[in-house]
């Protein structure tokens, strides 16, 4: 199914006995681009959640969020500044000397300085933070890709209406086209009646100059491939890959074939049908820049 490159899935539950989000927002770019923001200590599961990301996600410019709730078991380690606390043990002895004031220096009182604390939290266990994310992650991922199918379908629906116009508006050309030819030589044979009223006209030479001009404005060989193109491309949109930037290519070839048929075609009307043409192709090809 095809997938649009805009997307957001989010996940908040118990996971593992802790409280854990993961977020994942994507938009559309040409390559994979990952940006993640994880709990302070926890750089380590960057690896985990791009790996996991790149399992669903193959182009885009994708945000990850990830909060997992400390494990309040581990232990904490508390030690002495000696240094920090032994000045402010003198500074209040200072205190109390200079401006005679009673002496309630106690450990209670210095402990409200809580700078003079070193405390380290023993180290969370890598693996085990790791299958958290992973777990929370896949959840948030299902939300994320279903969006991104659901404006995949979307964006697949329009460009195949807009491929139906074209090739609607290419079977008006391939109609009118041999018309012209004919009121070209309906034309030419009128201006030479004029010129040579007294002079017999070579039917062959009229035929002879309607032929090149026929040469000259078919458009069946572009209009063959510009069917050809829309083909291939229906063809990619009925497919389960990643097919943005092959689709991108094609987009580009019809465009080739209908600049080549706008220098052929001398006919008013049918040089407004090729900008029409044109118009189509240009929304298809804004539409494709968000297919991943």
Do not use: W
């Amino acid at each position: 199914m095809i997938k649009s490159m805009t997307g957001y899935g989010r996940f908040e539950g118990i996971v593992d006995g802790r409280n854990v989000v993961f977020e994942i927002k994507s938009v559309n770019h040409r390559f994979l681009e990952l940006q993640c923001r994880t709990p302070r200590g926890c750089g380590f599961i960057e690896e985990t959640i791009k790996s996991l990301v790149s399992e669903y996600v193959t182009r885009g410019k994708a945000d990850v969020f990830v909060s997992i709730e400390a494990d309040d078991s581990l232990e904490s380690q508390v030690s002495l500044n000696r240094s920090l606390a032994a000045g402010y043990v003198k500074a209040l002895q200072q205190l109390r000397d200079e401006f005679d004031l009673k002496d309630d220096i106690s450990v209670s009182s210095i402990a409200k300085y809580n700078d003079i604390f070193n405390v380290r939290k023993a180290p969370e266990n890598e693996e085990v933070l790791c299958a958290i994310t992973e777990k929370a992650g896949r959840e948030a991922l299902k939300e994320f890709v279903a969006m991104r199918e659901r404006e995949g379908e979307k964006l697949r629906n329009d460009v195949l209406l807009r491929c139906d116009a074209i090739l609607s508006i290419v079977g008006e050309i391939e109609s009118r086209s041999p018309q012209i030819v004919e009121e070209y030589r309906e034309r030419l044979y009128a201006r030479l009646s004029d010129v040579l009223s007294d002079t017999t006209i070579d039917p062959q030479r009229i035929l002879t100059e309607a032929a090149i001009f026929a040469d000259k404005t078919a458009v069946d060989e572009e209009t063959v491939r510009l069917r050809s193109h829309i083909d291939q491309l229906r063809e990619m949109l009925s497919g389960n890959n990643a097919v943005g930037r092959k689709i991108d290519f094609i987009v580009q070839e019809m465009n080739r074939e209908a600049n080549t048929i706008g220098s052929k075609v001398s006919d008013a009307q049918l040089a407004h049908k090729v900008v029409d043409i044109k118009a189509e192709i240009e929304k298809i090809r804004e539409q494709i820049q968000n297919i991943e």
